[in-house]
């Protein structure tokens, strides 16, 4: 199993910047790739960005593309996702995710999750 425990979440001005930080724990080599998703009040989970653990692909959702950045550091087992610009719209309770295998799929692997308020 794979235990995933997010941090940094916070209340931001329209914007301002915020760093999320996801550390795993656990049987983290059998990880293919972790990611972030995001879940608005009455509105659906939806995906963010995603990074390989190996070779260090990155991939985002349109929304976020230029404004976010995902990024890793292998040695400390730890994603984090670097949030600029912030708009009203971003805010969102915040979830790390784990991939066994491909992002193709829903991931394996969840975080409890940190809330994101920006205010305008």
């Known amino acids: 199993q794979v235990q995933l425990v997010e941090s940094g979440g916070g209340l931001v001005q329209a914007g301002g910047s915020l760093r999320l930080s996801c550390a795993a724990s656990?049987?983290?080599?059998?990880?293919?790739?972790m990611g972030w998703f995001r879940q608005a009040p009455g509105k659906e989970r939806e995906f963010v960005a995603a990074i390989r653990w190996s070779g260090g692909s990155t991939y985002y959702a349109d929304s976020v593309k230029g404004r976010f950045t995902i990024s890793r550091d292998n040695a400390r087992n730890t994603v984090y996702l670097q949030m600029n610009s912030l708009k009203p719209t971003d805010t969102a309770v915040y979830y790390c995710?784990?991939?066994?295998?491909?992002?193709?799929?829903?991931?394996?692997?969840w975080g409890r999750g940190t809330q994101v308020t920006v205010s305008s």
């Open positions: 995710a784990g991939y066994r295998v491909t992002i193709a799929t829903m991931p394996d692997y």
């Open positions: 656990g049987r983290t080599f059998s990880m293919y790739a």
